[in-house]
């Protein structure tokens, strides 16, 4: 079992008739994968209230540089609170929908929002799983693919985990990036990723240069 929150959809448009009835095949699009905590929004452990949410300074404009440049945004998020049973899925979605109606405000849409729920030793029963979508594995990543029509190879992750790296690596997304605004990075996360940056913005404004 496995758990998402799709935000929104590709905006791929349909596929054209050519004359001999066969129908051009949908271009894919790149996407943009973001992990949430210490990347979008504050580090602060289990978060899961409104109150305590707050962006990391130029974490939005990172996003908005990211879709002006045309990829898709979507967040892929370890959830595990869920499964100790420190809060409810319900607290994970309203939380969710708060981040992307700030976002929104901001002219910012998340694309699809991709949560794991799931640990194997679970406290809480329904959420003790052996799934394929708890990172450092694929699954959300996949999901959120196969949904969107989205291109791997031309794609990017941003994280701030090893974890991150290696379910981007697994997936086939083209570059993976760490960021220093979350936990701090071991040598050995430093070595999987194609580079570090300060931040979202940081990372943002390497992959969109700014016009001449």
């Not at 694309?111 to 594995?137: F, G, N, Q, S």
Request: proline content about 5%; aromatic content about 6%.
């Amino acid at each position: 079992m496995s758990a998402s929150n799709a935000a929104g959809s590709a905006g791929s448009a349909g596929s054209a008739a050519t004359g001999g009835g066969t129908a051009d095949p949908v271009p894919r699009r790149r996407a943009a994968f973001v992990d949430r905590d210490g990347v979008i929004n504050v580090e602060s452990g289990f978060l899961h209230r409104i109150e305590q949410f707050e962006f990391l300074p130029g974490s939005i404009a990172g996003l908005a540089r990211l879709q002006a440049a045309g990829y898709l945004l979507v967040v892929i998020t370890n959830q595990s609170g869920i499964a100790r049973g420190l809060y409810a899925e319900e607290d994970y979605l309203r939380l969710t929908a708060y981040m992307q109606q700030r976002l929104s405000a901001a002219g910012v849409h998340l694309d699809a929002v991709e949560h794991c729920p799931h640990l194997p030793d679970a406290t809480v029963a329904r959420y003790r799983v052996e799934c394929d979508c708890r990172k450092p594995l694929p699954g959300m990543l996949l999901r959120a693919a196969a949904a969107l029509n989205i291109d791997l190879p031309g794609s990017l992750l941003v994280g701030d985990r090893g974890s991150d790296i290696q379910a981007g690596r697994s997936a086939g997304v083209g570059r993976c990036w760490l960021v220093r605004s979350g936990v701090a990075l071991e040598r050995a996360d430093i070595e999987l990723a194609d580079g570090v940056f300060d931040d979202l913005a940081a990372c943002a404004a390497s992959v969109v240069p700014a016009p001449p």
